[in-house]
Every structure is written in structure tokens, then in C-alpha cells.
């Protein structure tokens, strides 16, 4: 098997796995392989994730209203693969940060 043969065959393969019904459970992650992130990618992703998280409980602590720079700060460093708007749609269904991803639902709503 040569390597087009190969990419093209891993490729099925995946288009497959995101078929299955439990794959509907994790928006988030199929939305990631949808968008062909690498793994870096990925972590990157995760750790601005868990910055803005904790960017927002510290806000939360000294009783910040105001979130907005939240999703600024959201947008400005996603990865240019993914949707700003589909991504966090996808978090909110996947659960993922829930506090978070609520106020950033409430902001790109405005």
C-alpha cells in the first residue's frame, strides 16, 4: 500500500468513526477531527480553554461583571481551523467548561 493509498484508507476510516451514533456525544472532539486540527492544535486549544477558565473564576472571585474580553480573548487565539460560534456551540453540547462557554454563548448572542 503506498501512501496515497494509505492517507486515503485512514481517511475512510475516520469518516466511518465519526458515523457512529456516540460520536454525537462529543461534539467538540468529532468537530476537531472534522477540522483536521493537529494534535498541537488540539492542546493549544485546550490550554486557552483552561486559561480563559480560570481568567473567568478568578474574575468571578472579585466579582467582575463584565466578561466580554473573555470572548475576545476567545476569539483571538482559537485556531483559524475552527468556527468561533460552531466551536462554542460544540462545548456547550459536549459540557466542556460549562460556566465558561455559558457566559461566551451570552456574549456572542449580543
Known sequence: MNADQHQHST?????????????????FHKMIVRHKLTEKEYQETLALLEELNTTYEEDEREGLLDHSGLLIHFAGM????????????????QRLYPALIQVLRKYIRK
Open 11 to 27: 481517511e475512510f476510516h475516520i469518516r466511518l468513526l465519526m458515523e457512529i451514533e456516540e460520536m454525537d456525544h462529543y461534539p
Open 78 to 93: 482559537l485556531s483559524v481551523k475552527l468556527p468561533i460560534e460552531e466551536t462554542i456551540q460544540a462545548l456547550y453540547e
